[in-house]
């Protein structure tokens, strides 16, 4: 079993759609989590942290449930722009641990 | 430079040749990390550096895959007798902080391997 476990998708909404992605994780001494972004043939880009209060920056909202051991990235409003595959990453001993990132494709 | 630099960006091996792929960290990172990420999946832990010190090297697949860091910012990592499995994107990232408590870690646009 991976350390790090997200649905691979592909999720397809359309343009406004919210859509929700969850990732499992099994390290329950890990610390600290984040989403990352990446686009196709780029590098992933930090794009949110996860505090276990959760946060929102502007169309995003993360949380984290450390008794189920679990995150969540909740988009609402899609745009094209948000197609791209998304990373869970989890900090593992001196490392960020990734998922195996969840597509989201937005079509007009 | 502003980012991290990773050369070169592609690289096609035949099967059993050395190759070494170079990482230029941001200047002043103290972290610098580095994942293989294969087709379709995520970025898979090799090695990371605090420094010149090699801290953690458990990713590394096999006594192939070999990284150093020997002034603490430029890192190579060398693959000897490439096999086919070994075809992966490999990406550099760097941080200024020790460690990964702060999570951002800043990426190279990465080199891509194809062994022939």
């Known amino acids: 079993r991976k350390e790090v476990e997200q649905d691979p998708g592909p999720f397809n909404v359309p343009e406004g759609a919210t859509v929700a992605f969850n990732c499992t994780y099994s390290?329950?001494?890990?610390?600290?989590f984040f989403w990352y972004r990446q686009d196709c043939r780029k590098e992933p880009k930090l794009l949110m942290s996860?505090?276990?209060s959760g946060n929102e920056d502007g169309r995003f909202t993360a949380q984290l449930n450390r008794a189920s051991q679990y995150i969540s990235l909740l988009i609402r409003d899609s745009k094209l722009s948000d197609s791209a595959t998304y990373l869970c990453?989890?900090?593992?001993?001196?490392?960020?641990?990734f998922g195996t990132g969840t597509r989201l494709l937005v079509s007009p | 430079g502003a980012g991290v630099s990773q050369s070169p960006r592609y690289k096609v091996a035949k099967r059993g040749q050395d190759v070494a792929l170079r990482c230029d960290p941001i200047?002043?990172?103290?972290?610098l990390f580095w994942y293989q990420q294969a087709l379709g999946q995520g970025p898979e832990f090799l090695t990371y550096?605090?420094?010149?010190?090699?801290?953690?090297k458990s990713g590394l697949p096999s006594d192939r895959f070999f990284a150093e860091r020997p002034e603490g910012s430029v890192s190579t990592l060398k693959i000897q007798r490439t096999q086919q499995e070994d075809s992966a994107v490999y990406l550099c990232?760097?941080?200024?902080?020790?460690?990964?408590?702060?999570?951002?870690?800043?990426f190279g646009e990465g080199s891509r391997l194809t062994v022939l």
């Open positions: 996860v505090y276990s």
């Open positions: 990453a989890c900090t593992g001993f001196q490392k960020l641990v």
């Open positions: 200047s002043g990172h103290v972290s």
């Open positions: 550096f605090q420094n010149e010190a090699q801290l953690d």
């Open positions: 990232a760097s941080s200024l902080a020790r460690g990964v408590k702060s999570g951002e870690l800043f």
């Open positions: 390290n329950s001494a890990s610390q600290s």
